[in-house]
């Protein structure tokens, strides 16, 4: 078969073709928000772990920016992220289901908000849904060939979950739902498959583990800590509840609903029950969370693509007169508001003042040149910064500059030299997000305050920072 016949074959071709090019303009026309400034400066040092997040976002980027570095590189390896997905989850959809729902699989994919728009975002959610499709699709073989050696392959993309989110490690938890639903699944353990597989999983996972060990553990702390001491609140359930059905698409949230209440009337059917598992333990986790502190609308993402398989065979099965309707009206939803989404980030660098992540993006390259002319006038020897966000943006529009900046807060999310031991008695410029408050005359001797600047043209809290000259007191203050 040619290529181009090949390429016929391709369910919705022109449509994800024109949504996959949509996603190439908007990265290489919207500027990077602060936390993908942020890693690409971790991708300026790799290393097998960081105070935040395992590694594989790092990775990526540095893998793609290696020859050259701009803003649309460092995007790419996580919009191309999305052609993978999509073709993993119509695979497994037409080895679970059939090559009618596999279709509606990827169509529904591409209409799904969060996944659609959040593929162009550099940040670790686009590599862990990518490594949990691979374990469900490598699952969806196992269950459907009986071959134990799939097994091996799932233990592979479970352990390199791990090093890209730690959400991932629900991934394994879920097998072990899925094993506690299905009888048939729970004969994999009389095989050696599933053991080795484990080892394999572990020997990915090794990585991280080893920085970690020799890091004290700091960002096992930094992400399993977070409900340690919080008080029990009902107030974040109403947003969890509200936010799910939004981002996943409303339309495709009913039929993943009519998908549970299906399995439920027939749970013998162990392509279902294998659907229903594997999410279980994440979604059970984050109940618990929820009555504790805020989850933020891309945590459950990893266990988006195999929802959407699920409401894609449920909707197959739907009668009536509303249940076609919504079914025929949820594509053309979600994509229709993920093309919206995507353009407004597009017109970042373009248009006044934006509200939410194109706001985010806007203003830092000007920002960065007005600071660098005012350190020279002012005879600054360096710059210093006193948040993540400010550190990754004036980094990255920096590049190579003399003046690349230090940061003097959080300093363990920075395991690499930053050389102030040999500035540290030369004047420094103090870049302050306006939304902070540090106490420099802790670290600084002879401070003169000189002025505020803006990223925007109208300017406020969230966009000015104000300046000031002084001299370091001593190598590795730190204003936390």
Not at 131 to 137: N, V
Not at 337 to 353: H, R, W
Not at 372 to 386: G, N, P
Request: with cysteine; charged share 15%; hydrophobic share 50%.
């Amino acid at each position: 078969m040619t290529l181009i016949a090949r390429l016929r074959t391709i369910p919705y071709l022109p449509l994800l073709t024109g949504l996959m090019v949509l996603r190439l303009v908007t990265a290489s026309r919207a500027g990077l928000v602060p936390d993908e400034s942020y890693y690409w400066l971790w991708a300026q040092h790799p290393a097998l772990g960081y105070y935040d997040h395992p590694p594989m976002v790092a990775w990526w980027i540095a893998g793609f920016t290696a020859l050259a570095d701009f803003a649309p590189l460092v995007r790419l390896p996580f919009i191309l992220s999305f052609l993978a997905l999509s073709w993993l989850m119509y695979d497994t959809a037409k080895v679970l289901f059939s090559a009618s729902v596999a279709r509606r699989a990827l169509l529904w994919l591409n209409a799904c908000v969060l996944l659609s728009v959040g593929s162009v975002i550099a940040t670790p959610d686009p590599p862990s849904v990518l490594m949990w499709a691979c374990g469900l699709w490598a699952l969806a073989k196992l269950h459907t060939t009986g071959k134990g050696w799939w097994w091996l392959v799932f233990g592979l993309f479970a352990g390199l979950g791990f090093e890209a989110k730690y959400t991932n490690l629900f991934l394994g938890v879920g097998v072990i739902a899925w094993m506690a639903l299905d009888k048939d699944a729970r004969r994999h353990l009389l095989t050696p498959w599933p053991y080795l597989g484990g080892l394999i999983a572990a020997a990915a996972m090794a990585p991280n583990l080893i920085w970690n060990a020799h890091h004290g553990w700091i960002t096992f702390a930094k992400q399993f800590g977070r409900i340690e001491g919080s008080h029990f609140t009902a107030k974040y359930l109403i947003e969890f509840l509200i936010s799910q059905p939004l981002l996943i698409n409303p339309l495709i949230f009913v039929f993943v609903v009519t998908g549970v209440m299906m399995w439920w009337r027939n749970r013998h059917d162990t392509n279902l029950t294998l659907l229903i598992a594997l999410p279980l333990p994440l979604l059970a986790y984050m109940l618990v969370h929820v009555f504790h502190d805020r989850i933020q609308g891309n945590w459950p993402a990893p266990v988006y693509p195999g929802l959407i398989v699920l409401a894609a065979a449920a909707s197959e099965t739907v009668t009536g007169k509303w249940l076609p309707r919504l079914r025929m009206w949820a594509a053309p939803l979600g994509i229709g508001l993920s093309v919206i989404a995507l353009m407004y980030l597009a017109l970042g660098n373009l248009g006044p003042s934006l509200a939410g992540a194109a706001g985010l993006s806007q203003g830092w390259k000007p920002l960065t040149e007005t600071i660098v002319e005012k350190a020279a006038k002012l005879d600054a020897d360096w710059i210093a910064t006193t948040d993540y966000n400010t550190q990754g943006e004036l980094a990255h529009a920096m590049g190579g500059n003399t003046f690349s900046p230090v940061p003097l807060v959080e300093r363990e999310r920075y395991g690499w030299p930053t050389y102030e031991n040999i500035l540290f008695r030369k004047r420094a410029l103090i870049v302050v997000d306006a939304s902070h408050s540090p106490d420099l005359a802790k670290c600084f001797n002879d401070l003169t305050d000189q002025g505020t600047v803006s990223r925007l043209k109208k300017p406020g809290k969230k966009s000015d920072f104000r300046l000031y000259t002084g001299r370091l007191k001593y190598v590795g203050c730190n204003l936390d």
